[in-house]
């Protein structure tokens, strides 16, 4: 069993950066890959990026290039850069781990223990 915590979210004005941190429990945290969603009101939940085992990160076109996401298995935490930050990007983020180690990265379904999420305000 695998217990992730989200913090670091706010408000920020567009333009702003904000870091989110995931801190996760158990001692097998570097063996897990660990990907990043966000649900805005009324919408789906979305992929936003994942790191897997080895620090190889993965990202969708609506951030590549803003978001950067890097993981310190030594403090089993997992952290969310997100730079240029636009009103759209405006959502509950999440954080979520995952046992197995390749295959697709995109749907909450590939994935098996999340976060409560933090929320991150976009202001324009």
């Known amino acids: 069993q695998v217990q992730l915590v989200e913090s670091g979210g706010g408000l920020v004005q567009a333009g702003g950066s904000l870091r989110l941190s995931c801190a996760a429990s158990g001692r097998t945290f570097s063996s897990y890959p660990m990907g990043w969603f966000r649900q805005a009101p009324g919408k789906e939940r979305e992929f936003v990026g994942i790191?897997?085992?080895?620090?190889?990160?993965y990202y969708p076109d609506s951030v590549k290039g803003r978001f950067t996401i890097s993981r310190d298995n030594a403090k089993n935490t997992v952290y969310l850069q997100m730079n240029s930050l636009k009103p759209e990007d405006t959502a509950v983020y999440y954080c979520a781990a995952r046992l197995r180690v390749s295959g697709s990265p995109w749907y909450e379904s590939d994935y098996d223990y999340w976060g409560r999420g933090t929320q991150v305000t976009v202001s324009s």
């Open positions: 790191s897997w085992i080895g620090g190889r990160t």
